[in-house]
């Protein structure tokens, strides 16, 4: 049985097939997509245990879509983790007055991301 349901919104095809390779690896369902509006429509769908979303992503940008989903009955309470190459301060701020649960600088180590991704999901 899986440890939890990971959708993945990222445009990066090599980063996302590579956590979905390892994420699998340690028993978790992952789902993916490069699109915002795919992504939410998949959230929406999908109900996943934990979102790894990128600010920049076409479609419906990273902000814009994790307020659509913290605004909507279905999908607010499913937890969020930036992971994303803008490492500035605001933007960091703004992802956590936006409701993401965590947010990881690209290039990260996987060890971080399993740390983070066990601890919001067993919450």
Known sequence: MPKGKIL?????????????????????????????????????????????????????????LCMRLKADKDTKNIPIVIISALAERDSIIKCHNIGVSDFLVKPFNLPALLGKLGKIISR
Do not use: C, F, H, W
Not at 43 to 64: C, T, W
């Open 8 to 64: 993945i919104i990222d445009d990066e095809k090599d980063l996302v097939n590579t956590l979905a390779l390892m994420l699998r690896a340690r028993d978790y369902s992952v789902s993916s997509t490069a699109d915002g509006q795919e992504g939410l429509d998949k959230a929406k769908s999908e109900r996943p245990n934990l979102i790894l979303l990128d600010i920049m992503v076409p479609g419906i940008d990273g902000y814009n």
